[in-house]
């Protein structure tokens, strides 16, 4: 895919949806590391259930630390491999008190260092608590950039390094969710919704569904 095509691909994202967020909710950024670590193999959903009544007791390290493991599971049960998200959640907030003074960090290394968190947590938490321009590649945009043509590669990380040298700087910041809600909404796994795509001509897929 050519740059024009990735350009006018972005411009017409942004034109549609000019402010795109994460459809977790959430108050801080530490609310937001703890949303996207329950979210992993979750739905969006499933976690904004759990966290709303979790956030309402307890919505800092030391609170969730002070809940202890067998308190928040009473909390997020209802969320796939929660038992090893309560150990990872804990045993974060402990260090988070202990080596960031209750502070989430702005860095891909130290959110990196943190139980449970792989480098596609720490871009979304970067990207969306602290504005900056990286790209986490989930199924959704990783399907997306394989099957339009965006960024094809094999793994989650080569489709990352080539949206992230082929989107326009202007755009990167906001990529990583336009992305991700095409992929949830518009270009499904199993039968995309090529009808109602905006950038059905500009995509390179050769089994349209029109």
Known sequence: MNAAKRREIFERFRKANPHPTTELKYG???????????????????????????????????????????????YIRT????????????????????????????????????????????????????????????????????RTGLAPGKTPLAVEKKLLKGIPKEFLKDAHHWLILHGRYVCTARKPKCDRCLIEDLCEYKDKNL
Request: hydrophobic content about 45%; proline content about 4%; overall charge positive.
């Open 79 to 146: 969320i796939g491999l929660f038992n090893n998200k309560a150990r990872n959640i804990i045993a974060t907030c402990r260090i988070l008190i202990e080596k960031f003074g209750g502070e989430v960090p702005d860095n891909r290394r130290d959110l990196e260092s943190l139980p449970g968190v792989g480098r596609k947590t720490a871009n979304v938490v970067l990207n969306t608590a602290f504005g900056q321009p990286t790209m986490a590649v989930d199924t959704h945009i990783f399907r997306v950039a394989n």
């Open 28 to 74: 801080s950024p530490f609310e937001l590391l703890v949303a996207v670590i329950l979210s992993a193999q979750a739905t969006d959903v499933s976690v904004n259930k759990a966290t709303g009544k979790l956030f309402a007791v307890a919505n800092t390290p030391e609170a969730i630390l002070a809940l202890g493991e067998e308190g928040l599971k009473k």
